[in-house]
């Protein structure tokens, strides 16, 4: 059974395609930034704000709101701007990434952005947070549902593991983690630094559910997140496979635009001064192929 219709699944994809379009502008303006790991889960951030999540952009502190937490922020380009596309504030903001004074700084800040539930930047924590959160809401007899973004490479922290227990004991049915599987980070592939599989059995080892999913494909996804709201008697991570770069041909899967944006990335396939240009009409003709 699908959750989700094929129109809306075309009516998001369109969205994902302008949600990368303005990652590609707002990293090359402000000449800094992660380009990889934004564009990789473009289509998860959209599916999510667009059809998954229950929030309201014009109330953003809604108590009865889902919480997302990201804990990988370094990808928060596609955060920022899935957010402003949703109405939480204008997509022109999104050219203020990383300046002096703005509310969109390279990590995420809580208490500057509405709707922004954490702050974060030490890779590793936002589990552990979300895992606190989703406890309370317990406690409290909240139905709110919490959802961690994790990237593979933070795998590697001690303190994920620790939230992973705890999460585990405690039975947390009402978190869900979902892990960006690109398979890379700065310094070169995520199993070639440090292993992380059978990744999908340590997970379960811990009494979590598991569901390993095509990252980019908007209806598996959506019905993993379906699948988890029915599980209630431990959480869920969901593994989605991704492609770092995806939407641009010339640096899919290549880990050195982990951490460079357009205009400063390597050249040695798109000149530096027209990789704004260039990928930018490669992410509309992917969408149109």
Not at 142 to 154: A, I, L, Q, V, W
Request: proline share 6%; net charge negative; with cysteine.
């Amino acid at each position: 059974m699908s959750y989700i219709t094929e129109e809306k699944i075309k009516e998001l994809e369109k969205k994902a395609v302008a949600i990368r379009e303005t990652i590609i502008h707002m990293l090359a303006n402000a000449k800094s930034g992660h380009t990889a790991g934004p564009l990789g889960m473009a289509d998860i951030f959209t599916l999510f704000y667009f059809h998954t999540l229950v929030h309201d952009p014009k109330n953003p502190l809604w108590e009865e709101r889902d919480r997302l937490i990201l804990s990988n922020g370094h990808i928060v380009p596609v955060r920022y701007a899935t957010m402003a596309h949703a109405g939480y504030f204008p997509v022109e903001e999104c050219m203020t990434l990383r300046k002096l004074g703005s509310r969109l700084q390279g990590h995420p800040e809580r208490e500057k952005l509405p709707g922004m539930e954490t702050t974060s930047g030490p890779l590793g924590s936002g589990l552990s947070q979300a895992a606190g959160i989703a406890y309370a809401a317990r406690m409290d007899k909240k139905t709110f549902r919490t959802y961690c973004f994790m990237s593979d490479g933070e795998q590697q922290e001690g303190n994920t593991w620790e939230a992973i227990m705890f999460a585990g004991a405690n039975k947390l049915a009402n978190l869900t983690a979902v892990i960006d599987r690109n398979n890379i980070q700065i310094t070169g592939t995520v199993e070639d630094t440090m292993p992380l599989e059978p990744f999908a059995d340590k997970y379960r080892a811990f009494n979590w559910h598991v569901i390993e999913v095509d990252g980019h494909n908007m209806e598996e996804v959506a019905d993993a997140v379906e699948q988890a709201k029915a599980v209630t008697e431990k959480p869920t991570c969901i593994i989605a496979y991704t492609i770092p770069g995806k939407g641009v041909k010339d640096i899919e899967h290549d880990y050195r635009w982990h951490g460079n944006p357009p205009g400063k990335g390597p050249s040695d396939k798109v000149p530096q001064e027209i990789q704004e240009e260039v990928f930018i009409k490669e992410i509309r003709e992917a969408a149109n192929s």
